[in-house]
T-cell receptor, first 114, second 114 residues
Framework: KNQVEQSPQSLIILEGKNCTLQ??????????LRWYKQDTGRGPVSLTI?????NTKSNGRYTATLDADTKQSSLHITASQLSDSASYIC?????????????FGRGTQLTVWP | EADIYQTPRYLVIGTGKKITLECSQT?????MYWYQQDPGMELHLIHY???????EKGDLSSESTVSRIRTEHFPLTLESARPSHTSQYLC?????????????FGPGTRLTVL
């Protein structure tokens, strides 16, 4: 069964600290993995996308890694800010074509305290 | 910021009412999608469209219907709302239909059926 599991479910950190969010998937075949940020009451916004051949991708203070062999991905946030408080969603696709289906994780709810 | 809009943002209605959730995008995207998201849960695709007069059901069965008469407009209708329809509804669009194409999300409509 194709699944995307994220951990932890929720996380609280202090402003300025770093954190790492995890995503494990069983989706096969694998096409790409994307991390989204969803602020409360808003729609998700894409942060990074990685295909099979990519093992790291950065977007400012966000760095995503991918290990396609172990089917794991992580999202590292450096020097957290209050505005980083949001849900971070891992999304895996099984094909790169129009037939590709997206599998969504339930997200990690990150809270950054001052 | 994506140019995709949803109205209303919040809606509280009684059982049995007919409702239409509006979604419009000004990016000229051919592909549009409707997702349903409950708190703390993953997004589920309920409808999608690859262009004018093209609509398909998604992975999650839904009693709602959609139409695509204009490229920029993709409304979702519930003929008779029930408490089980209480959820957040997110509209999205993408330039292409491949899984590597970024989907841009609207802010969502939070629907409560009493």
């Amino acid at each position: 069964k194709n699944q995307v599991e994220q951990s932890p479910q929720s996380l609280i950190i202090l402003e300025g600290k770093n954190c790492t969010l995890q995503c494990n998937y069983t989706v096969s075949p694998f096409s790409n993995l994307r991390w989204y940020k969803q602020d409360t009451g808003r729609g998700p916004v894409s942060l990074t996308i990685m295909t099979f051949s990519e093992n790291t991708k950065s977007n400012g203070r966000y760095t995503a890694t991918l290990d396609a062999d172990t089917k794991q991905s992580s999202l590292h946030i450096t020097a957290s800010q209050l505005s980083d408080s949001a849900s971070y969603i891992c999304v895996v696709s099984d094909r790169g074509s129009t037939l590709g289906r997206l599998y969504f994780g339930r997200g990690t709810q990150l809270t950054v305290w001052p | 910021e994506a140019d995709i809009y949803q109205t209303p943002r919040y809606l509280v209605i009684g059982t049995g009412k007919k409702i239409t959730l509006e979604c419009s995008q000004t990016m000229g995207h051919d592909k549009m999608y409707w997702y349903q998201q409950d708190p703390g849960m993953e997004l589920h695709l309920i409808h999608y469209s690859y262009g004018v007069n093209s609509t398909e059901k998604g992975d999650l069965s839904s009693e709602s219907t959609v139409s695509r008469i204009r490229t920029e407009h993709f409304p979702l209708t519930l003929e008779s709302a029930r408490p089980s329809h209480t959820s957040q509804y997110l509209c999205a669009s993408s330039r292409g239909g491949q899984s590597t194409d970024t989907q841009y999300f609207g802010p969502g409509t939070r629907l409560t059926v009493l």
